[in-house]
């Protein structure tokens, strides 16, 4: 059932999806040298204590990517990955200043990542937005440069998010950044409450103007923020395999999606870093119903929630929603 339900992906670093293969490809490419010897040795890094080791390694196989061709060639991959999955509508996100920090202009970045995502809807059907994050351990003076210096393809990119190292870079740090994002009409998303505190969703929202909350599975510890979110339905993209192998739950079986789902949130699922976190969208959702003993019709609620969480306008929705609502009576028939 999950592979027949036509989906949407709201929480998704591009740079993240980098599986070991390409990254090889890529170095041999532009010549550069991995501190590895295989993809199996790859593979074998990729095993986190927290959310800075794993940043460690995927800011270093982010080196491999230089020019239009490679962030092309990344985006492409992840866009067949989503055809597999069923995944008919994705948002997003890209790290220029993982980039511009090592020479390559952000023109480079957003050309490649634009062209893949336009012949995505044109071959394979899948609709998409894209979300400029900005790296909070960076701070807020470079956020509003690479603000800056994005303008002239702010008619490519739908919003502004913040993400990389989140303890002790809380969201009132970048009001100002966000409020300039927000001037030039571009939307608000901010990573919350994921290592960080119920506090940190509380900054993303009343400082940042979020309009989605990407992770927020610290949010129980608040019970005026819980009441809040169900109330205003901020959407919630949460990542599964990501929150367990960051070490956010020690097992998937103790993650609160399900406690949140029941409390009326607007909760989606998504795979934020696959390459790295062992799972794409599907094997996320496959991974929750058998960790939290997920109902058919819990996941169908799922599903829903990811396209009416998304940016997408209320035509699109309503297709998007009337598709999801005709798989789903198609399968219910034949179980």
Known sequence: MIHALPKAELHLHIEGTLEPELMFELAARNNVQLPYRSVEDVRRAYEF???????????????????????????RAYLLRCQQDNVVHTEIFFDPQTHTDRGIHFETVIKGIHSALQEGEKTLGITSHVIMCFLRHLGAEAAMHTLEMSQPWHHWIIGVGLDSTEVGYPPEKFRAVFAKARDYG???VAH????????????AIKSLGAERIDHGVRCEDDQQLVNYLAEHQVPLTVCPLSNEKLKVFSHLEDHNLKSMLNKGLLVTVNSDDPAY????????????????????????????????????????????????????????QHE
Request: charge should be negative.
């Open 49 to 75: 204590n927290d959310l800075q080791s794993f940043l460690d390694i995927y800011y270093a196989g982010a080196g491999v990517l230089q020019t239009e061709q490679d962030f092309y060639d990344l985006t």
């Open 186 to 188: 571009l939307k608000a």
């Open 192 to 203: 919350a409450g994921e290592e960080g505190p119920a506090d940190y969703i509380w900054g």
């Open 277 to 332: 976190f062992g799972g794409y969208v599907n094997d996320n959702y496959r991974a929750v119903q058998a960790a939290l003993s997920l109902t058919d019709d819990e996941i169908y609620q799922l599903v829903k929630n990811s396209f009416n969480a998304s940016f997408i306008s209320t035509e699109q929705r309503a297709g998007y929603l009337q598709q999801l609502e005709n798989a789903f009576k198609e399968f219910q």
